[in-house]
């Protein structure tokens, strides 16, 4: 079973940055596309922004210009490089892969305090 394990997270004020890490043991990571996805208190989760096997990134309108995805392949690891940081992104993040996901993992919080 694949596990995805991410981390990263931590509490910083609005403005401030954080990057955030996932480790995924898929053996054949490089051909699937990742995301990041994040999911507040009451709410669904949400994908925020995505990256393809040629390292094409999207992003949701609400992070675009904040948020930057890269994915390192010889690692097996995605990241969420977050700058200008908001209270309304406090959430728990998770990555899977874009598409079919797999088991979600623990996620990591993100507190952005006014």
């Known amino acids: 079973q694949v596990q995805l394990v991410e981390s990263g997270g931590g509490l910083v004020q609005t403005g401030g940055s954080l990057r955030l890490s996932c480790t995924a043991s898929?053996?054949?990571?490089?051909?699937?596309?990742w995301g990041w996805y994040r999911q507040a208190p009451g709410k669904q989760r949400e994908l925020v922004a995505r990256i393809s096997p040629t390292d094409y990134a999207r992003y949701e309108d609400n992070v675009r210009g904040r948020f930057t995805i890269s994915r390192d392949n010889a690692k097996n690891q995605v990241y969420l490089q977050m700058n200008s940081l908001k209270p309304e992104d406090t959430s728990v993040y998770y990555c899977?892969?874009?598409?079919?996901?797999?088991?979600w993992g623990q996620g990591t919080q993100v507190t952005v305090s006014s």
């Open positions: 898929e053996r054949f990571f490089s051909n699937y596309a």
């Open positions: 899977n892969r874009y598409g079919p996901t797999l088991v």
